[in-house]
């Protein structure tokens, strides 16, 4: 119905970039908010970013000033530039998209989560 697709994840040295990029598709009317969480091993997952439709981000205090969340909603595309990375930032990261789409006549709201890429800082 509708998928969600990231890409960008990898290794990378503290104090290294990343752009991760996760792309919504399928039967899709209109996408809300879409964010980014992230997953470390033995811990909950966590909010890291998120951006409206209207382009509000909202970030989490342990990554201000260091990743920027964007989006392009022509391509229903959500992306994540992470600077200044530390080796806290280890982890799995998984986009979210709070998504209205078509389904056998109806509209229903749902969200998505994307399968999730590994993002590794070496220190």
């Known amino acids: 119905q509708v998928q969600l697709v990231e890409s960008g994840g990898g290794l990378v040295q503290a104090g290294g970039s990343l752009r991760l990029s996760c792309a919504a598709s399928g039967s899709i009317i209109s996408i809300r908010n879409m964010g980014w969480y992230r997953q470390a091993p033995g811990n909950q997952r966590e909010l890291v970013a998120a951006?409206?439709?209207?382009?509000?981000?909202d970030y989490a205090d342990s990554v201000k000033g260091r990743f920027t969340i964007s989006r392009d909603n022509a391509k229903n595309t959500v992306f994540l530039q992470m600077n200044s990375m530390k080796p806290e930032d280890t982890a799995v990261y998984y986009c979210n998209a709070d998504v209205v789409a078509y389904y056998s006549g109806t509209y229903p709201r749902t969200d998505y989560w994307g399968q999730g890429t590994e993002v590794t800082v070496s220190s």
């Open positions: 951006i409206s439709s209207g382009g509000r981000p």
